[in-house]
Each structure stands twice: as C-alpha cells, then as structure tokens.
T-cell receptor, first 108, second 112 residues
Framework: KNEVEQSPQNLTAQEGEFITINCSYSVGISALHWLQQHPGGGIVSLFMLSSGKKKHGRLIATINIQEKHSSLHITASHPRDSAVYICAVSTSGNQFYFGTGTSLTVIP | GAGVSQSPRYKVAKRGQDVALRCDPISGHVSLFWYQQALGQGPEFLTYFQNEAQLDKSGLPSDRFFAERPEGSVSTLKIQRTQQEDSAVYLC??????????FGSGTRLTVV
C-alpha cells in the first residue's frame, strides 16, 4: 500500500513545454513536499506547502487538502529541469511518506 | 557548512562487514532524519531524532541497523554485518521547526 502515489512515472517533454506532475496521498498530513533529485542522488527541497499555491521562478506547486492532491507545474521547461521529482508528505508525528518519483527528461 | 554533509559519498563493503555512515546537519537544526533509497524507488523513512533523542526508529529494517546522535548535532548510522539487500543510497535530512527540510547528497552503499 502506497501512502503517496505519483503520476506519471516517466515523462519526456520538448523544451518550452508546460509540464504537470501529479501527487495523491491517503494519510493525514501536516505538509506536502516537492523534492528534486538529480543523478548522483542529491535531493533539493523545492516546496513545502500545507495549503493553496506556491511559486518559485518557473515552478508552481498547488495543493487541494480536501481532495488530497497536489500538482507540480513547470512552465517553459528547459533541459536543465531534467531530474526525478519526488512528492513526499509529512505527518504531525514527523513521519515521512515518499512517492516513487517522476523521472522527467526535457529534450532540447 | 551551508548544507547537510554526508560522508563517505560512496562505500563498498564486503558482506558481513560493519559500516558507519555520517551525517553533519545544518548547525542549529533540531530535527534529523535518515532515509534509505533503493535503486529506482523513493526514499523510505528509517529513523528520526529531535536533538539527541531518537523519537522514532520504526523504519529501521532490522536490529543490524543502529543510529545515534549523542550531542544533538552529528549523527551516525551504523549497519552491522552488512547484507546485499542493504545496498542503497542512505540519505540524511535536517530541519528546523517548519522551515523545510534540507537533504544531504547521500551515501551510496554497495555490499558485495
């Protein structure tokens, strides 16, 4: 049983395309996190959100608490956006649940 | 340092060998987490510290895994009598209250 489900699992896009990655979760959360993982394993935290919407540069993250769903959008995608994007949720007990990630490849 | 530092970056161990993985969190970060990430999978929670107290170790897969953070800063994850299924990337993250989490680059452990 996966507490966090992501889709799609793999995504290939042309440079400039608008990209959406979806995340659904089944547990009660205190926050939802979008993480970026590059080859080699290092993880960067992109967003932590508990309601509404956050924007950072070309990245936008939204969350709908009632529907237990979040989306990560990338506008004007670029090859350097190629990475694995991981959705994770944290509970009030500081337990983390991770999705298996979406592998994004942006082709020039 | 500016980020979470993990060492070694890569470790190859012979089956049965003990290993120790180090995590140096961001100074002042109260919370510290260890995760195990198998190839092609998302990270799986191992254990969580708040200062020096290990508040949750429910994710440790067996009693061969042991973590400590004796002074509430640097943490060590020790794996005794390593097995091939222990091969994974071990990630450490630290956080301060609700200001988000900072991850280290991980230690890639290969047991041969």
């Amino acid at each position: 049983k996966n507490e966090v489900e992501q889709s799609p699992q793999n995504l290939t896009a042309q440079e400039g395309e608008f990209i959406t990655i979806n995340c659904s979760y089944s547990v009660g959360i205190s926050a939802l996190h979008w993480l970026q993982q590059h080859p080699g394993g290092g993880i960067v935290s992109l967003f932590m959100l508990s309601s509404g919407k956050k924007k950072h540069g070309r990245l936008i993250a939204t969350i709908n608490i009632q529907e237990k769903h979040s989306s990560l959008h990338i506008t004007a995608s670029h090859p350097r956006d190629s990475a694995v994007y991981i959705c994770a949720v944290s509970t009030s007990g500081n337990q983390f649940y991770f999705g298996t990630g979406t592998s994004l490849t942006v082709i020039p | 340092g500016a980020g979470v530092s993990q060492s070694p970056r890569y470790k190859v161990a012979k089956r049965g060998q003990d290993v120790a993985l180090r995590c140096d969190p961001i100074s002042g970060h109260v919370s510290l987490f260890w995760y195990q990430q198998a190839l092609g999978q998302g990270p799986e929670f191992l254990t969580y510290f708040q200062n020096e107290a290990q508040l949750d170790k429910s994710g440790l897969p067996s009693d061969r895994f042991f973590a400590e953070r004796p002074e509430g800063s640097v943490s060590t994850l020790k794996i005794q009598r390593t097995q091939q299924e222990d091969s994974a990337v071990y990630l450490c993250a630290s956080s301060s209250l609700n200001y988000g989490y900072t991850f280290g680059s991980g230690t890639r452990l290969t047991v041969v």
